[in-house]
């Protein structure tokens, strides 16, 4: 074989490559297929760059996912080199974000020796669970250990809750008493009645409370304010928008495990049911995981973010700093929850925090019962406008602090 | 009907698209603009499936001047649509001329049941529409397609987007009162951000998506010359060289490259042979390219090293 792959149907290898790109993590719908098909058919495809351009255009829709795409590119498209076969083999530094399975699979499938597969794992791009789930101090913690009297405490205040998240204005209108002068309405109730706007309509734009996002760190340090936070979001789940999910050494969805009535019943199913509580902490896989497979989904419509977290990160800081810059940009607003900002002594010095708190629009604790009532006042007064972020500064608002504490 | 849009003048002759990526790239450096293949062939490809382009970078890359040199390219106007947060349809797209409307009514006055029930109809009908950029974008009856540019998408609220995304779908704007307009001949259509929001993904995902970088010296440099021809070939090189390395900093605002050329300009003015450029006068000039208290210290601390680390090359 002189190429990586026999020179089959082109459309055949462009769907092949399409699919190396899905497992690197890239979105590439029927449409984008079909546009790139089309792409290819306008340029002359001997010119690897233009390919590589078009190519690009089309999967590309964020700055960082340009690196993982120019790899894969250069995995895929290797021209076929004599050298190659002789067993000179160019060196590739920048590897692809290919979980095992998908990494063997593409080791058969590019017919390549397993030497010259790029390497599996990059810092910037990190495996899920690998390597590190080997360690992970698969203990499951029961929960209840907070005393009956707290428990207590936080329903009825939960339950008690006076306040709602804040809503955000939507792009239609509504009819309203209040509000802008509604001048279709009006032009045509007056043509109506003889020429003379005599009632006027008005409208003001409709409006939609924002979603919830709740990630909680459930690692070791964190286990027993994780449980207050995720009786927290079942409570508030019953009347808000709510996602939730959980981490310590991987992201779990636990939404749907919240959904049941009884809060004993929903926590236990939580469990049961997510392994690793209790372990160590990598907030910015988490977050890359969060980024990568669930915001699209869940960070519509201007949704409010929580990260509960005390910021002892054993995993890459970098990782984490980038992770949360994102995860900033999608959001409406960022909180972040640590329940050792509740002690007058604490500052935030762990490697952890400092990277997170440049990105994050509020940092509050999360200690007590009072932090909560107090960011439940905080989720009901959140501005209509986002925190504007200085384009291509580094320093964000987080001057704003301890606020709440 | 007056366009409410910023209006270039269209040559006589249209000099029809280009017909292959060297063209285009001639072309755009003929028109002023020098950018690398791999930019040059995604707008191609753009103009030739007809998709919308979508360009992210920092601030100051020549993301806004790609629209501009693409219209003077094609020979087509350029109708510009500036985001900012709260835009909405009215200002965008269309609004109805309430003013004139209520005229209308007026005149009728005492009419017959019969005239009123159709001056209702004449009150929803083109004559009392206003056309703002999206609008007359799509409903365009230029001879060349006109180039819609979208500028700062990010600066627009979430809301605004999915609007701009049932246009871009299939370039159709529909008006309650008339039935939906289509857009005989599909405008280029040019998206640009420079991230202080994530854009959604089906926004993106109805575009070609390319991240402009800082160009490099050699690129920076003929940007120069060309923006500003009486700026020398060494003074260019000094100030391209110490920007590009002004970019390795740690900075609030990284200069970009109109930042580049109004630099070279200012020491140009300043420079006695008008071809040299030392620390004292580049200190002097600085803030035509850093705009924040701190990164001038900071550089002003740095330069001297700048400077030397650079010998200056004929």
Redesign the interface.
Known sequence: MTGPLPAVDPLARLALFARLLRDCGLRTTPRRLTDAALALECIDMRLRSDVRAVLGGVFVSRREELAVFDAAFDVFFASPDPRRTAGAIPRRTRGLPLDPRAAAFWKDALGMPASQLPRVEDESTPVQSSGYSAQELLRRRDFSEMSWEEEQQIRRLLRQAPWRVAQRRTRRLEPARRGALNMRRTLRRAAREGGEPLRLARSRPRRHRRPLVLICDVSGSMDRVSRQLLAFAHAVGRRERVETFVFSTRLTRVTHLLRRRDIDEALAQTARQVHDIGGGTRIGEALWRFNRDHARRVLGHGAVVLVLSDGWDRGDVDLLTGEMARLHRLSHRLIWLNPLLGSASYSPQTRGMAAALPHVDDFLAAHNLEALDELGRRLAALPERRRRVEPGSAVSGADAGRAGA | MGHTAGVTAAPPTPPGPPAG?DELIERLGAAGYLCD???A??I???L??G?PL?L?G??GVGKTEAALAMAGVLGARLIRLQCY?GI??AHAAYE?N?AR??LH??L???ADTGA?AR??RD?FSEEFLLRRPLLDAIDNRDEVAPVLLIDEIDRSD???E??LLEVLNDFTISIPELGTVRARRRPLVVVTG?????V??AL??RC????IDYPDLEREVAIVRVRAPEVGERLARQVTGVVQELRGM?L???PGVAETVDWARAVAVLAEDGSNADATLLDATMGAALKYQEDLDRVRAALPDLVSARPPTP
């Open positions: 990526i293949r791999r930019l062939t995604v191609f490809v753009a030739r499936i998709k979508f992210e920092e601030a947060e909405d349809l109805w309430y409307q209520l009514i007026r009728l006055g005492e009123r001056a209702e009150l979430e809301e605004f999915a609007f420079n991230r202080t929001r994530e959604h993904d993106k995902r070609l998506y390319h991240w740690d609030y605002k990284l």
